[in-house]
C-alpha cells in the first residue's frame, strides 16, 4: 500500500509563493510516478502538474504555467511544486498523486491514471 501526505498548503496574499510537498511511503518512491491536481469549491478536480519516473518528463497545465514548477527529490520520496506569482483563482484544495509506472513513460494528466491520492491541502490566495 502506497501513503502519500502533502504539506506545505497556506495562506498568501496575491503575488506571494509557496512550495508544496508530497511524501510517499510504502513502495520504493522511484517506482512512482506523481503529479498534482486541485479543486475549487464547486468545481472539478484539475490537473495541475506531472512529472515522470526519470524526472525528465513533466506536464504543466496551461493555467499555471510559467508560475508553477514540479519537481522530484528520489533521496527524500518526495514530490515538490513550487508555486510563484500566485493568484486569487489558485485558492484550492491540492492534491496529491502517484502511480506506478514504467521508467521512461511520459507523465499524465488523467487522474483516473493515479491510484494512490493524499488527503489535500489547502491554498488560499488573496487578493
Known amino acids: 500500500q502506497v501513503q502519500v501526505v502533502e504539506s506545505g498548503g497556506g495562506s498568501v496574499q496575491a503575488g506571494g509563493s509557496l512550495r508544496l510537498s508530497c511524501a510517499v511511503s510504502?513502495?520504493?518512491?522511484?517506482?512512482?510516478?506523481m503529479a498534482w491536481f486541485r479543486q475549487a469549491p464547486g468545481k472539478e478536480r484539475d490537473f495541475v502538474a506531472a512529472?515522470?519516473?526519470?524526472?525528465?518528463?513533466?506536464n504543466t497545465a496551461d493555467s499555471v504555467k510559467g508560475r508553477f514548477t514540479v519537481s522530484r527529490d528520489d533521496g527524500k520520496n518526495t514530490v515538490y511544486l513550487q508555486m510563484n506569482t500566485l493568484k486569487p483563482e489558485d485558492t484550492a484544495v491540492y492534491y496529491c498523486?502517484?502511480?506506478?509506472?514504467?521508467?521512461?513513460?511520459?507523465?499524465?494528466?488523467?487522474?483516473?491514471?493515479?491510484?494512490?491520492w493524499g488527503q489535500g491541502t489547502q491554498v488560499t490566495v488573496s487578493s
Open positions: 498523486a502517484a502511480r506506478i509506472t514504467s521508467y521512461t513513460a511520459p507523465s499524465s494528466v488523467a487522474a483516473n491514471d493515479y491510484n494512490y
Open positions: 510504502g513502495r520504493p518512491f522511484s517506482s512512482c510516478a
Open positions: 512529472i515522470n519516473r526519470s524526472g525528465l518528463r513533466t
